[in-house]
């Protein structure tokens, strides 16, 4: 697509970029940002002009609906570019649906198609040299929606700002981690928004696991909030286990995100012939594998980190490490090799997942 | 207390006031905004200096921590003026405090009592003649504090800002209304951080909110997640009922939030020798003493509403519509009148609730 296919965009690129200086292999995820920002307005009941231009800071009022009432939602994706300096998505659509998803959830607009997918390959063409190659490079994607209409009265916004930012990623955890199942704490109600990527989901999360940090894990495994048996997502991802040799995650629900990682690995373990089951996965029977000798990997997995390595979790105080797993031998290696090789077009996408920009 | 007493605030005065374009009789609530703001600034582990200021639009980083992550926290209070032209605050300490426990529960850092009291209070000195006087008018307050660290790293922002801002209030919500008891949606979860004034308490009940509207109903009562049969709150006020000649409300808990409003008002109720009963109360509950036409009142409580009376409720696709009551024979009007009295001067403040700016 060239950037004259969609005409009702405006583009005002930046006059010098800062690409140069920056340390790419040294960048701390989240910390630095491209070129350029994607920017649409919603008002009077319909979407505006896409404005794509310089990256920077923007005007709010501080009554805007965002700073109080927390109408937010976001989106993670990644760009990547292969060996033939081509950039590419991976199942942009995926992220466009689940964000329009979150959107309804929160009372907010649903955004067309246009204005998102093609949108970001537009902002993408401009900052493309921002996508690094080499395997764990990427270009991290943040689209949000956020209520910017004036006024402190309870109820949705009636304005809102569609955005799009880019930042230069490498990988976002390094090495295995330790986690805390929850026992108290929870991330997400029957009949509320834990399946939507809203800013509000995060929030509440930081201070439980600044608890668990404090006692010496990274993460916490949620578990749901009327009994803390079921096991749901960790941290910020879904979770996988793999007892003896067959993989479990929970169904996605009410309360679990339906994460593109999540389902595209499912995908990749089932192709490789892998015994997958998705089903709820309880405390107990953890206690039980884990006993037996049959826990054999607990990992996670999300856009920003792929996925996430755990060695081993803390449940009532007392810490449970799982067996030493050789590389060649882990599930989690070998499914994130698959991913990251699909993604990166080192391996053949027979999936047809990836889209060049 | 004189605007000299605190040496580190920064005062920079408008230099014109907007007032007199004020349609202070027609006013809409949370719509207008009075004169000044105050601002405070976290960063590097410290509050910085206090800064009055005219009120105006922010700059703010599109990666700024709050549209991603909802560290977002506020409080409401009222400021009331007396016929002597005083001006009063009602229980400000109430809402320093509960602001702390929400600042903690979403890992934010606490504030100090004369960063948001006396800060507050050398802002309504300012802003005094924006506090207009008569039944019903009051300047509504609302502190609020917010992540402004840039950067898309899901992890609580290590910068902060600290808001003020006024906007004058006639009464919310005018007549009774109908409500429908949640059946499938909620608000809180258990472990959560439903007891808490975070923004996003507010932005996932918009939509079950909206859905109740579509079906005929102004507000929704609240159930437990876990069972949908506990009743907890109206919209975002605490709730009331009144069975016979008792007065019944839920205690305070995780999931409902510790309303100035609500505590006052038990108070007075005791006070006028009332039987006052904090209990969870059921749907089955509700449904019986309607049943048996033991059900006289139902009303929500909050700042903003003062007390918002509910003539009948929907539960299961049937509407229940509660008797006629004279004013002279309602709680609800009689613990309005007190409370609103005590704020406004025109009734003794036994209870020391009150306090002169």
């Not at 067309?112 to 997918?117: A, G, K, L, N, S």
């Not at 993989?247 to 309360?255: H, N, V, W, Y």
């Amino acid at each position: 697509m060239s950037l004259q296919t969609i005409n009702d965009f405006s583009i005002q690129k930046t006059e010098k970029s800062k690409i140069d200086s920056i340390d790419f292999e040294n960048v701390k995820f989240g910390t630095v940002f491209s070129d350029h920002m994607l920017v649409c307005h919603y008002k009077d009941g319909a979407w505006g002009q896409v404005e794509i231009k310089p990256y920077g800071p923007m005007q709010f009022e501080p009554s805007s609906n965002v700073f109080h009432y927390g109408q937010a939602i976001f989106e993670g994706m990644k760009a990547y570019k292969d060996d033939n300096d081509d950039v590419w998505l991976f199942r942009p659509r995926e992220n466009w649906e689940r964000f329009n998803k979150s959107a309804e959830r929160l009372a907010m607009p649903q955004i067309d198609e246009t204005r998102f997918v093609d949108g970001l390959k537009t902002l993408l063409q401009l900052d493309r040299d921002w996508v690094q190659k080499g395997k764990g490079n990427a270009l991290y994607i943040r689209p949000f929606m956020i209520g910017t209409h004036p006024g402190v009265v309870a109820g949705p916004s009636s304005e809102f700002m569609f955005c799009i930012i880019l930042s230069p990623a490498r990988t976002y955890y390094s090495g295995k981690v330790k986690v805390q199942i929850a026992e108290h704490y929870s991330r997400a109600a029957n009949g509320g928004v834990g399946y939507t990527k809203c800013s509000g989901n995060y929030a509440g999360q930081f201070y439980p696991t600044k608890l668990a940090q404090e006692a010496g894990y990274q993460q916490v495994i949620w578990t749901d909030d009327a009994t803390h048996t079921k096991l749901e997502e960790a941290g910020t991802m879904n979770v996988f286990f793999r007892i003896n040799d067959t993989l479990i995650t929970a169904p996605t629900s009410e309360r679990i995100l339906d994460g593109v990682t999540r389902k595209s690995l499912l995908d990749i373990a089932k192709s490789k012939g892998l015994d997958v089951q998705v089903k709820s996965i309880v405390v107990n029977d953890l206690l039980e594998a884990i006993k037996k000798g049959e826990l054999k990997e607990i990992f996670g997995a999300g856009t920003a980190v792929t996925i996430g390595q755990i060695e081993g979790f803390a449940y009532q105080d007392e810490y449970h490490q799982l067996p030493e797993i050789a590389d060649e031998d882990s599930y989690a290696v070998m499914l994130k090799e698959t991913l990251q090789g699909i993604q990166t077009k080192a391996i053949e996408d027979t999936f047809n997942w990836t889209e060049k920009i």
